[in-house]
Structure formats: C-alpha cells, structure tokens
Nanobody, 118 residues
Framework: EVQLVASGGGLVQPGVSLTLSCVASGLAFRRSAITWIRQAPGKGLEWISSSHGSTANNYCAVSVKGQFTCSTDNAKNVVYLQMNSLESKDTAVYYC???????????WGNGTLVTVSS
C-alpha cells in the first residue's frame, strides 16, 4: 500500500522556521518524484517543490526559493521542506504527493497545516 505521510506543521509566529517531512512507503522512492503542494485559505493549489529520487534533484518554486529548502533522504524515504522566515502568506495546508506518469498526481498524502500568526 502506498502511503505518503506528511508532518511537521503547526501554529507559529512570524519569523519562525519549520521543517516538514513526507515519509513515503509502499513505492519505489528512487523512481518517484515527490512534490510539495500548498493551499492557502481561499486559494487554489500552489506547487512548492519537487524531489526526484532517481537523480537526487530537488526543485523549489521561484516564489519560495531562498526562503524554503527542499531535500531528500533516500535512505529513509523522506522528503523534507525546510521553511525559514515564515510569514502569514505561508499559512496553508501543505500536501505531499507523487507525480503521476502523466500530468497530475497519482498518490496524495495527508495535509499538514501550517498557520503563521502573531
């Protein structure tokens, strides 16, 4: 059974750092592209990053580049999203998902809520 379990969210004040984790199981991690996607209140889905185990390449969206760092631990089948200097605009539910062979995603993990508020 394929599972993507996201964790690490919480209620934090502006300027705080958080690291989200997505633990994958039941799939060939090194052959998968795992993506972080967020949905802010009242907004649509926004692509944040993707990590491909086969090449160990990690890509972050321009909108968060320099603020967020995406990385993987292939030995543990974990994709990380290190978020620094969090602001209210970063408030969202963060999901991890696997990219399908075609457009879209074939597996979704749970969402972990990040709330940035003073």
């Amino acid at each position: 059974e394929v599972q993507l379990v996201a964790s690490g969210g919480g209620l934090v004040q502006p300027g705080v750092s958080l690291t989200l984790s997505c633990v994958a199981s039941g799939l060939a991690f090194r052959r998968s592209a795992i993506t972080w996607i967020r949905q802010a209140p009242g907004k649509g889905l926004e692509w944040i990053s993707s990590s491909h185990g086969s090449t160990a390449n990690n890509y972050c969206a321009v909108s968060v580049k320099g603020q967020f760092t995406c990385s993987t631990d292939n030995a543990k089948n974990v994709v990380y999203l290190q978020m620094n200097s969090l602001e209210s605009k970063d408030t969202a539910v963060y999901y991890c998902a696997r990219e399908g062979r075609e457009d879209g995603f074939d597996y979704w993990g749970n969402g972990t809520l990040v709330t940035v508020s003073s």
